[in-house]
């Protein structure tokens, strides 16, 4: 079978596992979002194998171009967010996440993304280009889930002011710490890929650690608004609302640092 | 003042003011393009475009300001820093115990148990089952009552600062890097020798390749360098893009190409008008005559122009300096006088206009120009560079030990009640509470059976 083949399975597994997570959701019977979490592992298990396919195939990483780096993406925040909801048995994040994910799927498999594997220019031929991009992207996974907490924590909260109480025993007060452990797992790996590894390979390649390129900057700008996330919630105890929105608005820092910074502005990063 | 200077630098409002400062002054530097001509600025914002530049918007981030709020950040961060150390130390160092039971149970995660044992023996049931969980644990006290201090992972609480120290190692190299780094490019033809600027040695390059895939992308571009240090070769390596060569401090890398049109290499092919199956090929240099074998006859290329255009004076010049109509001009010579002269074209085979100082059957023609490629290295000794790796780190050292060494500790007074013991415990820690609470009522349990 053919490494787009399994891609699409993948992606039929992910919106199936949707559906069982969205019946969940209105339903509230645990098993469904227990199903759905097993189909969500076994589109993981096969989009891993489209992955290794296609790195067998074309004969580098898996993450060259947009196609690629999306599917990547969609990947490592599905690892992510299976990994948080194993360690937190919590259930009702996954119907948003694997809508985004899902969203993320459908952009790598619009005609827009060109789906070629085409040989690396000499700028990518390095080892530090697994390293670089797969630990950042697996950082930004987990912004990505601290993200639909934070956006889920703001509702909830919303309804227990108003006396609400919270449904499915998913308090907001958990869905706040939920979203900081998804951030110290991310934070620091986003700091080691994005910023260190970055560093590095720029430093092998172009002999300058930092040129102050846009999406060097942004990631900059990413990894200040996280620190501001640490240091208002450890150091001046803010939790709750101003937390989720700093959470909220990192993430999407990181996915401007991704995916606008290609198509707005202009620099180094050129290829992907 | 000193006191406000001190208040001012020590807050974490203040940092965090700095922070949001940073962050959208980075962004407005993303918006703007930076390091562009004056021209350009005013062509696309106007009458703006005058004032970003006296605002240092258009070299933002090199800019008095900007970088005034990095220095004011890194002051804040290395007093807050070291305000806070001390306090830290003295809890890891030579921490309190304290006697009276309301203090620890005013703790977030606590417990008030009793124990079927005289206090001596609680004492050391509590130490054995802290110990089995990897606690190291202080105990001081009397007869009646007993405070124990438990902890674990200490080194947790300095996480921060190891973070912070890593930043300011990172911030430092970025200085020297600033300050004492050099940069430059060097544009090496093949077999030629350049001295390294302010480097006090020399650099060849031996061969220059590009390889392409099948499908004729470029694969990769190769520069065979060879550094030449007191007129000996010390060092050959083959610079590629991802590779590069140091030496001295000095790193090379490969950062671009082009090739030379100013002297390419030329072949001329002969031919005779009366003899059709005549054709001699000659290899040209320009300036360097070279004779035609079984011929009493001298080539000389006495001009080469890659993209041919008469001027408007009708001279030959040219338009550019890409190949897009490759000119020669051509003289034969034979015993010193001329025979022929005039330009060839190699897009233009016939097009040929030869002046004649007789009647001559040679019919020259431009074969094929091959200009020598030149390599482009990006040359650069940067002494920050040792410091920032230092600096990442000391950086991911401190993230690990902030986020996953957590520090536990838990406090516990023991205190006799007819015979037996109370036990009131409380516990810390800032990360991973609910773990915590787990392990903590887990050995509350235990102790609870403790007979």
Known sequence: MSESTIFTMAFVLYVGSALFYLAFLYSKKETLAKTGSIIALFGLLLHTLALILRTIQSGHAPF???YESLSFLAWATILAYLIIEWKYKVWKPGAYLLLVVIGLMALASSPLMPKDATPLVPA??????WLHVSVTLLGEAFFAVAFITSIMYLRAESREKKGQA????LTAERLDSISYRAISVG??????GGLVFGMVWAYKAWGTYWSWD??????????FVFALYLHTRIVMGWKGRRSAAIAIFGFLAALFTYFGVNYLLAGLHSYA | MLKAIKNFFTSIKVAIVLLIILIAASILGTLIPQGRTGQEYLVRYGQLGGLFQ???FTRLYQSFWYTAILALFSLNIIICTLVRLSPKLRRALRPKCDLDPKNVLVLKIRDKIKMSLAPAAAVQAVQAELGRRHYRVREQGAEKKHCLLARKRILGIFGSDVVHVGLLIILAGGIISGLAGVRGSLTLSENQTLPVPQAGFSVRLDKFITEF??????????SELTIIDGDKPVLQKSVEVNHPLSYKGFVFYQSGYGSNWENPELEVRLKKKSD???LKNIRLRVGQPAAVEGEDLTLTATRFLPDFVLDEKNQPSTRSLEPNNPAVLIRGERAGAEVFSGWIFAKFPDFAQMHQAKETEFKPELKDVAAPQYSVLQTAKDPGVSLIWVGCAVLMLGLSIAFYWPTREIRLVLEESQGKTELAAGGITAKSREAFQAEFESIMSALRKTK
Do not use: A, C, H, R
């Open chain 2, 213 to 222: 895939y099948p499908d004729g992308n470029v694969k990769d571009w190769k």
């Open chain 1, 214 to 223: 846009p999406k060097e900057v942004w990631s900059l700008i990413t990894w």
């Open chain 1, 187 to 192: 934070f620091p790996l986003f700091t080691l």
């Open chain 2, 276 to 278: 059709p199956g005549y």
């Open chain 2, 54 to 56: 006296k605002l240092q």
């Open chain 1, 166 to 169: 919270p449904k499915s025993g």
């Open chain 1, 124 to 129: 990518l031929q390095s080892y530090w280009l």
């Open chain 1, 64 to 66: 060259t171009n947009m």
